[in-house]
């Protein structure tokens, strides 16, 4: 390594932006490709073609949708609060791609001599021969996920309509309600792991071809955190804060093009971290067979877990119907977070005698 | 490279912490203070204290600022442009100006001095931070967590009482 930069190596500062550019693409065209899969999927489970216009059986209608909604004109409302309606957008954007800086996507593959463990937050030790990365990941996780509350309440607020106002307030309510009982529910998984470190939570699930995976010693949790997830990120069946049929478009009633198209790619952003998330504590991660010999067929896995779990996100929104508040905030609190502190309750009973 | 990082932070925090008070619409208000708590989270990473930084920005951006947020939604406060703010201009000032002396007097009398006890920077690193104050919460702080626990109890179920007239 010839060549330092402030004290490390040239090639770390390489694969760091290698890393965060593969990442950045890879969520960014997903976001673009899940509009098309959820309108083709949820199309061909309603016998109807879904879209088929734009290029082979509608290949290109993201890339139409986008180009139509940055040429659409930009409305800020005359009595909204200008600086709020207009940071909103970003503020439910940024956190929801910035949670993929903790979340490894592969092991640790070689690049002319220089180990890169494919995880942005990671660097890999060559005196102590490990991977150190964030020591907090699923924290970090959770702080961001608990900032994206933000983007949705101001935008409620600062439209100055009453179906913004309502959608925004349930938004609020709801993904508080539900980040608790997500939170509680994989307190579980850390009791079996002793670690919040992303990269040691994979590495403990990687023995006997899957059977290690999490979500076989705690599948209450693995079903919980999903579920709670899905309320938390408002997807249906619990997209009250956006409910066409009662509140117009909820708390982006009043936004246009672009501005519009970022809550848009937030909300689809969200599912990709969250399907991520639970590939990552439940699912094993990266892991799969000959990924020692292979290194690089752990990413192969990984978006393979991910994708699946996205069509099954996809699958829900056509099976099942809304929700209604008073339910939701009774499954919430009543059934998930009295349910998630027995699951506690009991892996500390099993991990004591076990 | 860490110097310069500190500067960049110091700024902004000190520039939103400036704009809490300088803000008139409430709501910008809370977002500044929210930038606030940020940068003192990323003072607790750069100070190797992960957890701290990630309950920072959990408890006070993520919990105790979405509350107050919504609170000043549902109470629907709009800044009237033309009306003007009395914020007790003198008494206001007189209050800064002792804060000033008090903070400059720590300043000056207060030594820096790496943290002494068994807990050094190498071993944070080792460790890791969590694991130690976990350990030690439920070790050498025991009583006092369980006390605050009991007091944190008593208020939830207070707020409950207290909203609920029918139970």
């Known amino acids: 390594m010839g060549i330092e930069i ?5 090639m770390y500062y390489i694969a760091m932006v290698a890393k965060v550019l593969v990442a950045f693409v890879f969520v960014l065209l997903t976001v673009a490709y899940a509009t098309y899969a959820e309108r083709k999927i949820i199309g061909h489970m309603q016998v109807r073609l879904g879209p088929m216009r734009t290029g082979w059986h509608g290949l290109l209608q993201p890339i139409a949708d986008g180009v139509k909604l940055f040429f659409k004109e930009e409305i800020v409302p005359s009595q909204a609060s200008t600086f709020a309606f207009l940071i909103a957008p970003l503020i439910a954007l940024i956190p929801a791609f910035i949670t993929f800086a903790v979340i490894p996507f592969g092991g640790v593959i070689e690049v002319a001599g220089y180990k890169v463990p494919l995880q942005i937050a990671a660097y890999y030790d060559t005196t102590a021969g490990q991977v150190f990365d964030v020591n907090v990941g699923v924290l970090y996780i959770l702080a961001m996920s608990s900032l994206g509350v933000y983007g949705i309440v101001l935008a409620g607020w600062a439209s100055n309509s009453k179906y913004s106002l309502m959608g925004g307030l349930r938004a609020s309510a709801q993904m508080i309600s539900y980040e608790l009982a997500a939170g509680l529910a994989i307190i579980s998984v850390f009791m079996l792991s002793g670690t919040l470190s992303l990269s040691k939570i994979v590495e403990l ?5 899957g059977f290690e995976w999490y979500v076989f010693k705690q599948p209450l949790a693995a079903f919980m955190f999903f579920i709670c997830s899905l309320a938390e990120i408002n997807r249906t069946p619990f997209d009250l804060p956006e409910a066409e049929t009662e509140l117009v478009s909820g708390f982006c009633t009043e936004y246009s093009s672009m501005k519009y198209a970022m809550f848009f790619m937030a909300e689809y952003a969200n599912m990709v971290t969250v399907c991520a998330l639970t590939v990552t504590l439940f699912l094993g991660g990266w892991n799969g067979p000959f990924t020692a010999a292979m290194p690089l067929l752990g990413p192969v896995y990984f978006i393979a877990k991910v994708y699946f779990l996205m069509f099954v996100c996809m699958w829900i929104r056509a099976t099942l119907p809304r929700y209604r508040y008073d339910q939701l905030m009774h499954l919430g609190w009543k059934v998930f977070i009295p349910v998630a502190l027995i699951n506690i309750v009991v892996t500390g009973i099993v991990g004591y005698f076990i | 490279m860490e110097t310069i990082f500190f500067l960049i932070i110091t700024l902004v925090a000190i520039i939103s912490a400036i704009l809490v008070v300088t803000c008139k619409n409430p709501i910008n208000s809370a977002l500044s203070l929210i930038m606030t708590f940020f940068c003192l989270a990323t003072y607790y990473v750069m100070l190797d204290a992960p957890f701290m930084a990630a309950v920072q920005v959990m408890v006070y951006a993520g919990a105790i600022m979405v509350l107050m947020v919504f609170t000043i939604m549902l109470l629907n ?32 009398k207060s030594r820096a001095a790496l943290p002494t006890g068994p807990f050094s920077g190498d071993m944070i690193k080792q460790l890791g931070h969590t694991e130690l104050i976990g350990r030690e919460i439920f070790t050498s702080f025991l009583l006092p967590f369980e006390i605050t626990s009991i007091l944190l109890l008593t208020a939830i179920v207070g707020a409950v009482i207290l909203a609920k007239k029918k139970i």
């Open chain 1, 205 to 209: 699930q990687s023995g006997f071809n």
């Open chain 1, 6 to 10: 402030l004290g490390l190596p040239l």
């Open chain 2, 77 to 108: 406060i709009r800044v009237d442009a033309s009306k003007k703010h009395s914020h007790k201009l003198i008494i206001g000032s007189i209050m800064g100006f002792f804060t000033l002396l008090d903070l400059g007097y720590v300043i000056v």
